[in-house]
């Protein structure tokens, strides 16, 4: 009952209030297009001060803009005292530096130019930034975190894409990993489920999302499995749910909540 007063109060949010959203183009020689990033910064900020960021990474055929339609991120902003950052993911770049699309690496595009911009360009205090995702970003969010541990203090997922061999929007991966086959080892070398020696290595928190109803929950029941066992400080929550905008605009706080105890941990 609780998490469904949740979802209808963020819904109603979306509805009643206007954003003072922010953005910013980038473009670095990693990517062939700029990245729009939308942002937000807490409205009681005093002057000099810089503050905890949470990078929020969209789905599979979003933008920048899809985290906006879900939840009121100046709230969320305001509420938790964090920078909100929504770099776009072109749609289905699947945060991944491509092993067949030569010039299409978003893992360096990422790291060189998306967070060195927000790192220069935003009051944010780097030594306490965070990042998740849904779907596509959810998946996105735990490969760029082990890519680049350095950067985050912990990291999240909801109804991330956790095994890609399992995906059914196979078209789509096969364009930066070749067709699906039993000799073609990227599906699984990308795939979060099949690196979790790699989350146990780095030795940081993660928090993982999956509504009940969601056909992705069976991958990530088996990855949130496979990291406790394997040693990975892992909090896995199921509820009910499907893969929709109603379900991430109910669990987004509970990330924000989970980040928000690692602030003041050293």
């Known amino acids: 009952m609780r998490r469904l007063f949740a979802a209808a109060a963020a819904l109603l949010m979306i509805a009643g209030t206007c954003e003072a959203q922010k953005r910013m183009v980038l473009r670095g020689s990693s990517y062939p297009k700029a990245d729009t990033v939308q942002y937000y910064v807490p409205s009681s900020l005093q002057n000099g001060e810089r503050c905890p960021a949470v990078v929020l990474l969209h789905g599979y ?22 920078v909100i950052v929504c770099p776009d993911g072109f749609k289905e770049s699947w945060y991944i530096d491509s092993p067949l699309k030569k010039g299409e690496n ?35 969010a735990l490969r760029l975190f082990m890519d680049n541990p350095q950067l985050f203090r912990a990291a999240g997922s909801m109804s991330g894409v956790m095994d890609l061999t399992t995906s059914t929007v196979t078209a789509s991966l ?82 924000l909540r989970f980040f928000k105890k690692f602030v003041n941990k050293h």
């Open 174 to 255: 096969a364009k930066h990993l070749g067709k699906k086959s039993a000799d073609n080892k990227n599906w699984q070398n990308f795939s979060c489920c099949y690196n979790i020696d790699c989350l146990k290595a780095i030795g940081k928190p993660i928090v993982v999302n999956c509504g009940a109803q969601d056909n992705l929950v069976e991958a990530n029941r088996k990855f949130a499995k496979a990291c406790a066992q394997e040693g990975v400080d892992v909090v896995y929550t199921e509820s009910p749910g499907k893969h929709d905008k109603s379900y991430w605009a109910m669990v987004l706080p509970d990330q």
């Open 106 to 140: 978003y893992g360096t595009f990422f790291r060189e130019t998306i967070m060195r911009g927000i790192c220069d360009s935003l009051p944010v205090d780097t030594s306490v930034m965070f990042i998740s995702g849904l779907s596509m970003g959810g998946h996105g």
């Open 61 to 82: 055929g979003g933008s920048f803009r899809q985290w906006a339609s879900i939840a009121n991120l100046q709230y969320y902003s305001d509420e938790y005292h964090f």
